[in-house]
């Protein structure tokens, strides 16, 4: 919606583009908020336990979701409604910072050691299904006639978001707390956050990973809408490719995450990061040839790539970190990589497209940029791939 709506409605401009990077604003405002969730919910999460932080992010994510479908517009209430959005975006991100780690714990800590990446990838399916369903909904209230869209199409699939809460807060009552978490008993005398902190060696590694993929699926789901509406795609068409490529996603998330149980998390990663780095620049060139089908399967190829150095960062991740500051430090990382990969990348590209009048060369620019970042950082990290959840902090090689 921030590439197909939010612009006229809540930051009119005489510039269209300008506009647009002010829409991509919002998805930047949400994304800065996730690591300062992450550091709040982590606490409590490594303290109390992870399965009641996972009911109020889900709480939080709703209600904020439902709201932004009932907000005025720019045209109604003026700046408070930019104002309003902002906010709301940052409620989100601050509960998705919350709620990756702690459903990524959830699941890796029942699991059992030879099999995490299988049972996270499984996990990780709420990402392209979530998606799915999203676009899905987008693609159905863009078929509406433009007037309808733009004064309540646009808010349905926002407020359906509020049946999804109802769903997942059923599930999430029902779901035991973490066998692991329930062993250790953490010691409750420190702060994670800053015992996270003090270990860089294992914390910007970490982050670094998590870039590249970030960067990539910002670029291919988020801003190429923006882009290829630009470049003379229909807006629908753009819509129905993403659709495509999500199923993708649906079967390699689990495949890549199943497979670095074998070849290892660093490995598989690695391969993405390497297969992206050679393919950032015919990436564009395809989505430039005019050809719906050729810039569907150049997207569904490239979604591939992005899901090889993804599926797997869920159970490294938490294989780095110990029981007692798990919650935080996956979440820090986790929420870091995708502020810089992601938050701001949908904007950073706009504004270079703008500076290089058009061309795609800095978007491909982007994916090589952050590919060598998590390659360099992967070959910098220790293999961590089906070790002792349960291992204490100083037991672990950090570089």
Known sequence: MAAVVFGPLFFPG???????????????????ARPLGGVIFGHFGDRVGRKSMLLITMLMMGIASAAIGLLPTYHTIGVAAPILLVLLRVVQGVAVGGEWGGA????????????????????????????????GAVAAVTQLPEPQFSTWGWRVPFLLSAALL?????????????????????????IP??????????????????????????????????????IGYAVGEVMRSLLLVVVVSIVAIPASAALSDRLGRRRTMMTGAIGAIVYAFPLYSLINSDSWWIMTVA????????????????????????????Y???????????????????LIASSLLVAFD???VALSGIIVVTAALSLAALVATVEVTGRDLRVDADDRPQS
């Open 193 to 230: 956050a800053a015992q996270v902190l003090r270990r860089p060696r294992l914390l910007v590694p970490a982050v670094f990973a998590g870039l590249a993929p970030f960067a990539l699926t910002a670029l291919t789901s988020s801003h190429i809408i923006a882009y290829a509406t630009g």
């Open 104 to 135: 990524a714990l959830m699941v890796v800590e029942h699991a059992d050691a030879r099999n995490r990446g299988r049972w996270a990838g499984i996990m990780q399916l709420g990402t392209p299904l979530g998606f799915l369903l999203s676009t």
């Open 14 to 32: 005489s510039n269209p583009a300008l506009s647009t990077i002010a829409s991509f604003g919002t998805l930047a405002a949400g994304y800065v």
């Open 358 to 360: 058009g061309s795609s």
């Open 299 to 326: 997207l569904m190829f490239a979604q591939l790539l992005q899901n090889l150095m993804y599926a797997p960062l869920t159970p490294m991740l938490s294989e780095m970190f110990p029981t007692g500051v798990r």
């Open 166 to 190: 109802v769903l997942g807060m059923y599930v999430r009552l029902r779901v035991a707390e973490s066998p692991v978490f329930a062993a250790a008993e953490p010691p409750r005398d420190s």
């Open 328 to 346: 935080t430090g996956v979440s820090i990382a986790y929420q870091t990589a995708a502020l810089v990969g992601a938050g701001f990348t949908p």
